[in-house]
């Protein structure tokens, strides 16, 4: 069964760096593009980065030059750094695993910016 188990969410103050992580099972992660999404209370859920297995990255316009995605696929762990944190990026942050024509998806771990 696949399982993709996030943490690293909490409370940060606006200004403050977070960093979330990833954790998937060995036989999916090193031949699936990996993403994180979020989803604020009310919207669509919306895309923060996705990285290839081959490591090329993609960044929601938003979080563009404050986030860095990253995998390291000894761990099977995919990481998302987050710097400059906005009270906007409030947010449930989901993990997810491209597996040739499965998405597979995490249970969400929230994060919280104050003003």
């Known amino acids: 069964q696949v399982q993709l188990v996030e943490s690293g969410g909490g409370l940060v103050q606006a200004g403050g760096s977070l960093r979330l992580s990833c954790a998937a099972s060995?036989?999916?992660?090193?031949?699936?593009?990996m993403g994180w999404y979020r989803q604020s209370r009310g919207k669509q859920r919306d895309l923060v980065a996705v990285i290839t297995t081959g490591g090329g990255t993609t960044y929601g316009d938003s979080v563009k030059g404050r986030f860095t995605i990253s995998r390291d696929n000894a761990e099977n762990t995919v990481y998302l750094q987050m710097t400059s944190l906005k009270p906007e990026d409030t947010a449930v942050y989901y993990c997810?695993?491209?597996?040739?024509?499965?998405?597979?998806w995490g249970q969400g771990t929230q994060v919280t910016v104050s003003s």
């Open positions: 060995e036989d999916i992660f090193r031949s699936s593009t």
């Open positions: 997810n695993a491209r597996y040739r024509i499965t998405s597979y």
